[in-house]
């Protein structure tokens, strides 16, 4: 059955998943790259990175996922919606690789890229976008791709299956945070955590099988 997945989301030890203010020559605003320089480090980035426990983590973005979605603030950086060139942050060829629904306000018609990618701009619930995606997914799993207030709006409407959050010990004390208004989140899912030797801690939430 096609699952709901998360993964490789990078969060301060204050839960703030990107900080401010957001911009094109600070996409992370004043994080910078701090929350994403684990991964940065591993093979699945660069040929030359490591092999251990965050690669074997890193690695799990791509298998088995047949569509992705994610929000109009993960495309492009404030105001990108008047921009009618902006094509994303991520160059001729996207590392997506599958149909990849921009959640916006700002529909516009679908952008093609090159190796599979083709954004599709959509304004929708998160169950609705979920069913397009799925469709689109062809019987693989649907990626949300963040950023937190998308993401964020995934777990509280239930649709997540599998979330895999990595907990960089920095603090952040601004931005945007991911647990906002989830309490008890961690009732419908078996929780593990793996700590790593370059500091994170890679936490997985695995939905519960229906007793
Ligand atoms: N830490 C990580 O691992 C990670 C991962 C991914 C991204 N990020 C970062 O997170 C930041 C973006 O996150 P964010 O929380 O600010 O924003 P976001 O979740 O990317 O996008 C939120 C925006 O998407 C649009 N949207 C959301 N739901 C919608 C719906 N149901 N229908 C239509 N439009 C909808 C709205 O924009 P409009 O109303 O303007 O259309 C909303 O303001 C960026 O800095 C990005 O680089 C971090």
Same mark, same amino acid.
């Given at each position: 059955?096609?699952?709901?997945?998360?993964?490789?989301?990078?969060?301060?030890?204050?839960?703030?998943?990107? =900080?401010?203010? *957001? %911009?094109?020559?600070?996409?992370? =605003?004043?994080?910078?790259?701090?929350?994403?320089?684990?991964?940065?480090?591993?093979?699945?980035? %660069?040929?030359?990175?490591?092999?251990?426990?965050?690669? @074997?983590?890193? *690695?799990?973005?791509?298998?088995?996922?047949?569509?992705?979605?994610?929000?109009?603030?993960?495309?492009?950086?404030?105001g990108w919606q008047d921009?009618?060139?902006?094509?994303?942050?991520?160059?001729?060829?996207?590392?997506?690789?599958?149909?990849?629904? @921009?959640?916006t306000?700002h529909?516009?018609?679908?952008?093609?890229? $090159?190796?599979?990618?083709?954004?599709?701009?959509?304004?929708? %619930?998160?169950?609705?976008?979920? $069913?397009?995606?799925?469709?689109?997914?062809?019987?693989?799993?649907?990626?949300? =791709?963040?950023?937190?207030?998308?993401?964020?709006?995934?777990?509280?409407?239930?649709?997540?299956?599998?979330?895999?959050?990595? *907990? @960089?010990?920095?603090?952040?004390?601004?931005?945007?945070?991911?647990?906002?208004?989830?309490?008890?989140? $961690?009732?419908?899912?078996?929780? $593990?955590?793996?700590? %790593?030797?370059?500091?994170?801690?890679?936490?997985?939430?695995?939905?519960?099988?229906?007793?």
């Open positions: 059955m096609s699952r709901t997945r998360i993964h490789n989301l990078a969060i301060s030890l204050d839960g703030f998943a990107t =900080g401010e203010p *957001q %911009s094109l020559e600070a996409p992370f =605003g004043h994080a910078g790259h701090r929350l994403h320089a684990w991964m940065m480090a591993t093979r699945y980035w %660069s040929p030359t990175g490591s092999t251990g426990v965050d690669d @074997v983590f890193a *690695q799990q973005f791509g298998p088995g996922i047949g569509a992705e979605i994610m929000g109009a603030n993960k495309f492009g950086p404030p921009d009618a060139d902006w094509k994303g942050w991520w160059g001729p060829n996207p590392p997506f690789h599958t149909p990849t629904f @921009v959640l306000h529909a516009r018609p679908p952008l093609e890229m $090159e190796g599979g990618t083709t954004f599709h701009f959509l304004e929708a %619930s998160p169950a609705e976008a979920l $069913e397009v995606a799925r469709e689109a997914a062809g019987g693989q799993d649907v990626r949300i =791709g963040g950023g937190p207030t998308m993401a964020r709006d995934f777990l509280a409407a239930g649709l997540v299956d599998h979330l895999h959050v990595v *907990q @960089v010990p920095i603090v952040l004390g601004r931005g945007v945070r991911l647990w906002d208004g989830l309490e008890a989140l $961690e009732e419908g899912y078996d929780v $593990e955590a793996v700590s %790593s030797p370059t500091g994170v801690t890679h936490l997985t939430f695995t939905r519960k099988a229906a007793s």
